[in-house]
Nanobody, 127 residues
Framework: QVQLVESGGGAVQAGDSLTLSCAAA????????MAWFRQAPGKEREVVVA????????YYADSVKGRFTISRDNAKNTMYLQMNKLNAEDTAVYYC????????????????????WGQGTQVTVSS
């Protein structure tokens, strides 16, 4: 069992930055590949960024490449999402999720791969 708690969301202006955090409790944090997903009103949940257990391999959705940066601190059981140059299309509820895996180097972009989810944090960007 893993408990995930996101924080750091809020309402900002276009061009601003936010940093989301995902704190994990429960089983060994370093055993999991992780990801940030988001879901905008009326849309399906989509992967934003995914990171391997080791943190060495990372996937970024095209829509956020060059603007978002994911990192994880296994010693602190925390994952971060630095979001720069936000725009209105980034408005969504952001969720962190974990996937149990034996691979230290694989990331996963399929929503169905993820076992545990946080409750989500709202990000609202006004133009």
């Amino acid at each position: 069992q893993v408990q995930l708690v996101e924080s750091g969301g809020g309402a900002v202006q276009a061009g601003d930055s936010l940093t989301l955090s995902c704190a994990a409790a429960g089983r060994t944090f370093s055993s999991y590949a992780m990801a940030w997903f988001r879901q905008a009103p009326g849309k399906e949940r989509e992967v934003v960024v995914a990171i391997s257990r080791s943190g060495t391999n990372i996937y970024y959705a095209d829509s956020v490449k060059g603007r978002f940066t994911i990192s994880r601190d296994n010693a602190k059981n925390t994952m971060y999402l630095q979001m720069n140059k936000l725009n209105a299309e980034d408005t969504a509820v952001y969720y962190c999720a974990t996937a149990s895996t034996l691979s230290a180097s694989s990331y996963y972009t399929n929503l169905g791969t993820y076992d545990y989810w946080g409750q989500g944090t709202q990000v609202t960007v006004s133009s």
